[in-house]
């Protein structure tokens, strides 16, 4: 909140009503010209007019920026908008409102220690974009636009966390902003100020609840690598009761599959296998390999 005032303060010493460089410039040429006249003539009459004629031109002419609008009050009475660029006032007669700046201006806004839907403390940082669009119903509708822009984006955010849940809060930035963008648009369109976008700049949870939430989501991981590895396992047991199945009615299957498997075993160099005898003559590799034998001796 302290934030928010030293905003308002700034905007409000800026849009005060100013006094023309060139108002100065006149009221100093008016009042040399009347001390000149005064020398020449040595009647202190033209001192007298040129003062005159100066502090009128300092006091009746205004001077406003390319971007700003100012409302003028005659005898307490709305006359109507001036500016840009130079303007004139009849003095003690017509009142000058503060100056409004036209162009969009910014806004931070911060709701600290606000619940969410599912009770969770959280600091909400946002950012609100905001133009005058109509000056007259700016000045006219309510006092002080700037503190009631700050005021009424700090309870629309406190209202919208209370509305959404933490996981939407941190994944859903953009539907938040664009819905507290609707709600403050609708409230200040009657003062003549439009509110051009909302962003949700950052959100801050206590660090506990950070911890408990990174602990939750490694869980969550390793729940998922256990249930691909036991999806695996399950897909292999089936293969191989299929396999099972094939090799059951083929037993010259089943002994090529041994041959080949006792092949990788032993084809690398330097290895060995020790192979009982009864698989040996299970697979009937013995009449095999001394057929081998006898091939050998022939050639």
């Known amino acids: 909140?302290?934030?928010?005032?030293?905003?308002?303060?700034?905007?409000?010493?800026?849009?005060?009503?100013?006094?023309?460089?060139?108002?100065?410039?006149?009221?100093?040429?008016?009042?040399?010209?009347?001390?000149?006249?005064?020398?020449?003539?040595?009647?202190?009459?033209?001192?007298?007019?040129?003062?005159?004629?100066?502090?009128?031109?300092?006091?009746?002419?205004?001077?406003?920026?390319?971007?700003?609008?100012?409302?003028?009050?005659?005898?307490?009475?709305?006359?109507?908008?001036?500016?840009?660029?130079?303007?004139?006032?009849?003095?003690?007669?017509?009142?000058?409102?503060?100056?409004?700046?036209?162009?969009?201006?910014?806004?931070?806004?911060?709701?600290?220690?606000?619940?969410?839907?599912?009770?969770?403390?959280?600091?909400?940082?946002?950012?609100?974009?905001?133009?005058?669009?109509?000056?007259?119903?700016?000045?006219?509708?309510?006092?002080?636009?700037?503190?009631?822009?700050g005021l009424s984006a700090q309870t629309a955010l406190r209202e919208s966390i209370g509305r959404h849940e933490l996981a939407q809060m941190i994944t859903e930035r953009e539907t938040l902003g664009r819905e507290l963008q609707r709600i403050l648009d609708e409230k200040t369109n009657p003062w003549g100020i439009t509110v051009q976008s909302v962003e949700i700049r950052d959100v801050h949870i206590p660090q506990a609840l950070e911890d408990a939430m990174s602990r939750q989501a490694q869980a969550e991981r390793e729940r998922q690598a256990r249930i691909i590895l036991g999806t695996a396992e399950a897909e292999i047991a089936g293969k191989f009761s299929e396999a099972s199945l094939l090799y059951q009615n083929n037993p010259t299957a089943l002994h090529l599959r041994a041959m080949n498997m006792l092949y990788e075993a032993i084809k690398e160099k330097g290895s060995m296998v020790i192979v009982p005898s009864s698989a040996v003559e299970t697979m009937g590799l013995g009449g095999m390999l001394g057929t081998a034998a006898i091939s050998q001796q022939v050639q």
């Open 1 to 149: 909140m302290p934030d928010l005032l030293n905003i308002n303060r700034r905007f409000a010493a800026k849009s005060r009503p100013k006094v023309s460089p060139l108002a100065f410039l006149l009221f100093f040429a008016c009042l040399l010209a009347g001390v000149a006249g005064t020398a020449a003539l040595n009647n202190p009459a033209p001192i007298i007019l040129g003062g005159l004629i100066g502090a009128f031109l300092l006091l009746s002419l205004k001077v406003a920026d390319q971007w700003e609008k100012v409302a003028v009050l005659r005898l307490g009475k709305y006359a109507g908008l001036r500016g840009p660029g130079l303007f004139w006032i009849v003095p003690f007669i017509d009142e000058v409102t503060q100056f409004v700046d036209q162009r969009v201006r910014v806004t931070d806004v911060s709701a600290e220690s606000a619940l969410t839907r599912d009770t969770v403390p959280v600091n909400v940082d946002a950012i609100v974009f905001w133009l005058v669009w109509n000056a007259e119903k700016c000045l006219l509708e309510v006092s002080d636009f700037q503190t009631a822009i």
